[in-house]
Protein backbone atom coordinates (compact mmCIF):
# COMPACT_ATOMS: atom_id res chain seq x y z
CA UNK A 1 0.00 0.00 0.00
CA UNK A 2 1.17 3.29 -0.26
CA UNK A 3 -0.10 6.67 1.55
CA UNK A 4 1.20 10.33 2.20
CA UNK A 5 1.47 12.10 4.95
CA UNK A 6 0.92 16.09 4.96
CA UNK A 7 1.33 17.19 8.59
CA UNK A 8 0.19 20.79 8.36
CA UNK A 9 -3.26 21.81 7.31
CA UNK A 10 -1.82 25.25 6.81
CA UNK A 11 0.79 27.00 6.69
CA UNK A 12 1.42 31.02 7.10
CA UNK A 13 4.16 32.84 5.50
CA UNK A 14 5.31 35.76 5.45
CA UNK A 15 5.93 37.30 1.66
CA UNK A 16 9.44 37.10 0.73
CA UNK A 17 10.40 35.17 3.19
CA UNK A 18 11.27 31.30 2.33
CA UNK A 19 8.36 28.79 2.67
CA UNK A 20 8.62 24.89 3.26
CA UNK A 21 5.46 22.40 2.84
CA UNK A 22 6.34 19.23 4.62
CA UNK A 23 5.20 15.92 2.83
CA UNK A 24 6.18 12.17 4.20
CA UNK A 25 5.05 9.37 2.21
CA UNK A 26 5.20 5.43 2.48
CA UNK A 27 5.75 3.06 -0.22
CA UNK A 28 6.65 -0.99 -0.25
CA UNK A 29 9.68 -0.05 -2.74
CA UNK A 30 10.62 2.86 -4.32
CA UNK A 31 8.52 6.14 -5.23
CA UNK A 32 7.86 8.38 -7.49
CA UNK A 33 6.65 11.84 -6.37
CA UNK A 34 4.57 14.27 -7.07
CA UNK A 35 3.61 18.17 -5.80
CA UNK A 36 0.51 19.49 -7.62
CA UNK A 37 -1.51 22.78 -6.69
CA UNK A 38 -5.12 23.43 -6.73
CA UNK A 39 -6.45 27.58 -6.80
CA UNK A 40 -10.15 27.81 -5.56
CA UNK A 41 -12.71 26.17 -8.03
CA UNK A 42 -10.25 25.22 -9.89
CA UNK A 43 -8.38 21.36 -10.84
CA UNK A 44 -4.77 20.60 -9.67
CA UNK A 45 -1.46 22.11 -11.56
CA UNK A 46 1.37 19.77 -11.79
CA UNK A 47 4.63 21.69 -9.89
CA UNK A 48 7.61 18.94 -10.11
CA UNK A 49 8.23 15.43 -9.97
CA UNK A 50 11.16 13.09 -8.75
CA UNK A 51 11.58 9.79 -10.88
CA UNK A 52 15.22 9.16 -10.78
CA UNK A 53 18.53 10.97 -10.55
CA UNK A 54 19.39 14.20 -8.21
CA UNK A 55 17.57 14.41 -5.12
CA UNK A 56 16.74 18.21 -5.64
CA UNK A 57 14.14 18.25 -8.26
CA UNK A 58 13.12 22.48 -9.60
CA UNK A 59 9.58 23.01 -10.85
CA UNK A 60 7.40 25.14 -12.01
CA UNK A 61 7.04 29.00 -10.26
CA UNK A 62 10.79 28.70 -8.75
CA UNK A 63 9.65 26.00 -6.49
CA UNK A 64 11.35 22.90 -5.53
CA UNK A 65 11.67 20.11 -3.30
CA UNK A 66 14.36 17.80 -1.86
CA UNK A 67 13.75 13.78 -1.99
CA UNK A 68 15.29 12.37 1.15
CA UNK A 69 15.16 8.33 0.94
CA UNK A 70 16.32 7.80 4.79
CA UNK A 71 13.30 10.29 6.15
CA UNK A 72 11.09 9.16 3.82
CA UNK A 73 10.26 13.09 2.75
CA UNK A 74 9.34 15.31 -0.03
CA UNK A 75 8.92 18.67 1.07
CA UNK A 76 8.43 21.41 -1.22
CA UNK A 77 10.66 24.31 -0.91
CA UNK A 78 10.69 28.18 -2.06
CA UNK A 79 13.40 30.52 -1.26
CA UNK A 80 11.54 33.49 -1.59
CA UNK A 81 7.55 33.43 -1.29
CA UNK A 82 5.10 35.82 -3.14
CA UNK A 83 1.35 36.28 -2.36
CA UNK A 84 -0.20 35.00 -5.36
CA UNK A 85 1.74 31.33 -4.10
CA UNK A 86 -1.15 31.16 -1.79
CA UNK A 87 -3.01 28.14 -2.38
CA UNK A 88 -3.77 24.04 -1.25
CA UNK A 89 -0.56 21.85 -2.34
CA UNK A 90 -0.70 18.47 -2.84
CA UNK A 91 2.01 15.88 -2.26
CA UNK A 92 1.42 12.55 -4.34
CA UNK A 93 3.37 8.91 -4.84
CA UNK A 94 2.96 6.06 -6.92
CA UNK A 95 5.20 2.94 -5.95
CA UNK A 96 7.63 2.25 -8.80
CA UNK A 97 6.94 -1.15 -10.42
CA UNK A 98 3.51 -1.18 -7.75
CA UNK A 99 0.32 -2.30 -9.00
CA UNK A 100 -1.23 0.94 -8.39
CA UNK A 101 -1.97 2.89 -11.74
CA UNK A 102 -3.44 6.38 -9.59
CA UNK A 103 -1.18 8.65 -7.49
CA UNK A 104 -1.91 8.43 -3.80
CA UNK A 105 -2.76 12.16 -2.30
CA UNK A 106 -2.24 13.64 1.00
CA UNK A 107 -4.71 15.77 2.31
CA UNK A 108 -3.29 19.08 1.32
CA UNK A 109 -1.72 22.21 3.23
CA UNK A 110 -3.03 25.57 2.52
CA UNK A 111 -0.10 27.99 1.80
CA UNK A 112 -0.93 31.50 2.86
CA UNK A 113 1.58 34.00 2.34
CA UNK A 114 0.98 37.29 3.69
CA UNK A 115 1.86 40.48 2.40
CA UNK B 1 -9.37 24.31 -26.38
CA UNK B 2 -6.00 23.33 -24.80
CA UNK B 3 -6.96 21.40 -21.57
CA UNK B 4 -8.96 19.10 -19.74
CA UNK B 5 -12.87 19.99 -20.25
CA UNK B 6 -15.47 18.86 -17.77
CA UNK B 7 -19.12 19.23 -17.95
CA UNK B 8 -21.61 19.98 -16.09
CA UNK B 9 -19.32 22.31 -13.61
CA UNK B 10 -21.63 21.80 -11.33
CA UNK B 11 -24.48 19.02 -10.33
CA UNK B 12 -27.22 19.10 -7.55
CA UNK B 13 -29.49 15.38 -7.62
CA UNK B 14 -31.92 14.29 -5.47
CA UNK B 15 -30.92 11.54 -3.40
CA UNK B 16 -31.94 8.45 -5.91
CA UNK B 17 -31.30 10.01 -9.17
CA UNK B 18 -28.80 8.52 -11.76
CA UNK B 19 -25.98 11.09 -12.59
CA UNK B 20 -23.80 11.64 -15.91
CA UNK B 21 -20.55 13.09 -15.82
CA UNK B 22 -18.48 13.66 -19.06
CA UNK B 23 -14.73 14.24 -19.45
CA UNK B 24 -13.10 15.22 -22.65
CA UNK B 25 -8.97 14.80 -22.16
CA UNK B 26 -6.52 16.66 -24.04
CA UNK B 27 -6.12 15.51 -27.54
CA UNK B 28 -4.16 12.79 -27.98
CA UNK B 29 -3.82 11.90 -24.38
CA UNK B 30 -3.61 7.99 -24.16
CA UNK B 31 -4.52 7.60 -20.66
CA UNK B 32 -7.33 9.27 -18.38
CA UNK B 33 -8.17 8.96 -15.16
CA UNK B 34 -10.99 9.92 -12.27
CA UNK B 35 -10.94 11.30 -8.89
CA UNK B 36 -13.15 11.67 -6.29
CA UNK B 37 -12.14 14.81 -3.99
CA UNK B 38 -14.32 15.20 -0.66
CA UNK B 39 -14.16 18.40 0.94
CA UNK B 40 -11.25 19.64 2.77
CA UNK B 41 -9.64 16.11 1.22
CA UNK B 42 -7.34 15.44 -1.36
CA UNK B 43 -7.87 13.58 -4.76
CA UNK B 44 -8.78 9.44 -4.25
CA UNK B 45 -8.21 7.29 -6.98
CA UNK B 46 -11.66 6.05 -8.55
CA UNK B 47 -10.48 4.99 -12.19
CA UNK B 48 -8.15 4.30 -14.92
CA UNK B 49 -8.14 4.08 -18.98
CA UNK B 50 -5.39 3.65 -21.26
CA UNK B 51 -7.38 4.44 -24.57
CA UNK B 52 -10.19 2.42 -24.49
CA UNK B 53 -9.34 0.23 -22.03
CA UNK B 54 -10.31 0.31 -18.33
CA UNK B 55 -7.40 -1.80 -16.86
CA UNK B 56 -8.26 -0.24 -13.15
CA UNK B 57 -10.84 0.49 -11.69
CA UNK B 58 -10.25 -0.63 -7.67
CA UNK B 59 -11.01 2.91 -6.69
CA UNK B 60 -14.69 2.91 -7.67
CA UNK B 61 -16.20 2.73 -4.28
CA UNK B 62 -19.79 0.47 -5.32
CA UNK B 63 -21.11 -0.64 -7.98
CA UNK B 64 -23.30 2.32 -8.48
CA UNK B 65 -20.11 3.86 -10.14
CA UNK B 66 -19.77 2.94 -14.14
CA UNK B 67 -17.14 4.93 -16.24
CA UNK B 68 -16.55 4.50 -19.77
CA UNK B 69 -14.60 5.54 -22.09
CA UNK B 70 -15.64 3.75 -25.74
CA UNK B 71 -13.32 5.77 -28.31
CA UNK B 72 -10.34 6.37 -26.59
CA UNK B 73 -11.42 10.06 -25.85
CA UNK B 74 -14.26 11.17 -23.86
CA UNK B 75 -15.06 9.68 -21.08
CA UNK B 76 -18.19 9.64 -19.08
CA UNK B 77 -18.42 8.63 -15.09
CA UNK B 78 -22.23 7.48 -14.57
CA UNK B 79 -23.37 7.16 -10.69
CA UNK B 80 -26.62 5.38 -10.33
CA UNK B 81 -29.24 5.82 -7.48
CA UNK B 82 -27.29 8.78 -5.75
CA UNK B 83 -26.41 8.79 -2.14
CA UNK B 84 -25.58 11.52 0.08
CA UNK B 85 -21.88 10.34 0.38
CA UNK B 86 -21.47 10.53 -3.21
CA UNK B 87 -21.69 13.88 -2.72
CA UNK B 88 -18.00 15.10 -4.00
CA UNK B 89 -15.73 17.38 -6.39
CA UNK B 90 -15.10 14.47 -9.41
CA UNK B 91 -12.01 15.26 -11.14
CA UNK B 92 -11.10 13.95 -14.62
CA UNK B 93 -7.04 14.44 -15.69
CA UNK B 94 -5.34 12.90 -18.60
CA UNK B 95 -1.64 12.45 -19.70
CA UNK B 96 -0.14 12.08 -22.72
CA UNK B 97 1.66 8.52 -22.32
CA UNK B 98 0.38 5.03 -20.68
CA UNK B 99 0.18 5.58 -16.25
CA UNK B 100 3.52 2.44 -16.18
CA UNK B 101 5.68 4.58 -18.57
CA UNK B 102 9.06 5.67 -16.75
CA UNK B 103 9.09 8.92 -17.63
CA UNK B 104 5.41 9.70 -15.14
CA UNK B 105 4.28 12.35 -17.45
CA UNK B 106 2.28 14.61 -15.85
CA UNK B 107 -1.37 14.85 -15.05
CA UNK B 108 -3.45 17.15 -16.20
CA UNK B 109 -6.61 17.47 -14.59
CA UNK B 110 -10.08 19.56 -15.13
CA UNK B 111 -11.57 21.90 -13.08
CA UNK B 112 -13.86 19.05 -12.00
CA UNK B 113 -17.49 18.42 -11.57
CA UNK B 114 -18.97 19.49 -8.42
CA UNK B 115 -21.66 17.19 -7.43
CA UNK B 116 -24.15 17.72 -4.68
CA UNK B 117 -26.62 15.00 -3.57
CA UNK B 118 -29.55 16.40 -1.62
Same mark, same amino acid.
Request: aromatic letters at 12%.
Given at each position: ?13 ? !? ?34 ? &? ?11 ? !?? !? ?44 ? &???? | ?7 ? =?????? =? ?5 ? @? ?15 ? %? ?5 ? %? ?16 ? @????? =? ?10 ? @? ?17 ? @? ?18
Amino acid at each position: AQSVAQPEDQVNVA !EGNPLTVKCTYSVSGNPYLFWYVQYPNRGLQFLLKY &ITGDNLVKGSYGF !EA !EFNKSQTSFHLKKPSALVSDSALYFCAVREKGGGADGLTFGKGTHL &IIQP | GAGVSQSP =RYKVAK =RGQDVAL @RCDPISGHVSLFWYQQA %LGQGPEF %LTYFQNEAQLDKSGLPSD @RFFAE =RPEGSVSTLKIQ @RTQQEDSAVYLCASSLVPV @RDTTNSPLHFGNGTRLTVT
